[in-house]
Structure formats: structure tokens, C-alpha cells
């Protein structure tokens, strides 16, 4: 069983940053893929970004191509997400999520091992 905790949502002005963290425990997640979902009020989670087992491939909604980075460090079994110049569209709950397959998917069905969310809110 993989364990995954979510940091670093917080209140941010339009333009701002943010770095979102995701920890793992309970097993080494170093041989699966892992991504970031987010839900805004009254819609359905989509996807936002997603990296390989090895950290070799990623894969960003149009959104956020360009303001968005997700890495991972497996020795320490943490992925990130940096996001720069933020806006109102990025409000919402953001997910980790880790899967038991070596590579990424962009549906929720994807993965096997989800945080509990930490709140991202930008404000105009």
C-alpha cells in the first residue's frame, strides 16, 4: 500500500507561484508513474501534468504548458509541481496521484494511489 500526501497549496495573487509537493511512503513508488489531477468547484477532476517512473517523460494539459513543471526525485520519493504565473483557472483542489505502471496516463483511471488534495486559490 502507497501512502501519498500533498503540501504547498496555499493563497496566491494572479501572476504568483507555487510549488506543490507530493510525498510517498509505504513502498518505493521509484518504478511508477505519478501525476497531478485538480478539481475546481462543481467540475470534474482533470488531469494537469504527469512524469514517468524514470522522470524522462512528461506530459502537461494545453493550460498549462509553460507555466507548469512536474518533477520527481525517487531517492527521496517525492514529485513536485511548479507552477508559475498562476491565474484564476487554476483554482482548486490538486491532487497527487501515483500508479503501479511505468508510464504516465492522463486518465484518472491511471492510477492506483491518490492524496487527499491540498487547495490551490488564486485570487484576481
Known amino acids: 500500500q502507497v501512502h501519498v500526501v500533498e503540501s504547498g497549496g496555499g493563497l496566491v495573487q494572479a501572476g504568483g507561484s507555487l510549488r506543490l509537493s507530493c510525498a510517498a511512503s509505504?513502498?518505493?513508488?521509484?518504478?511508477?508513474?505519478m501525476a497531478w489531477f485538480r478539481q475546481a468547484p462543481g467540475k470534474e477532476r482533470e488531469f494537469v501534468a504527469a512524469?514517468?517512473?524514470?522522470?524522462?517523460?512528461?506530459y502537461y494539459r494545453d493550460s498549462v504548458k509553460g507555466r507548469f513543471t512536474i518533477s520527481r526525485d525517487n531517492a527521496k520519493n517525492t514529485a513536485h509541481l511548479q507552477m508559475n504565473s498562476l491565474n484564476s483557472e487554476d483554482t482548486g483542489v490538486y491532487y497527487c496521484?501515483?500508479?503501479?505502471?511505468?508510464?504516465?496516463?492522463?486518465?484518472?483511471?491511471?492510477?492506483?494511489?491518490w492524496g487527499q488534495g491540498t487547495q490551490v486559490t488564486v485570487s484576481s
Open positions: 509505504g513502498r518505493s513508488f521509484s518504478t511508477g508513474a
Open positions: 512524469i514517468s517512473w524514470s522522470g524522462s517523460s512528461t
Open positions: 496521484a501515483a500508479s503501479r505502471s511505468l508510464a504516465w496516463s492522463v486518465g484518472t483511471d491511471g492510477y492506483d494511489y
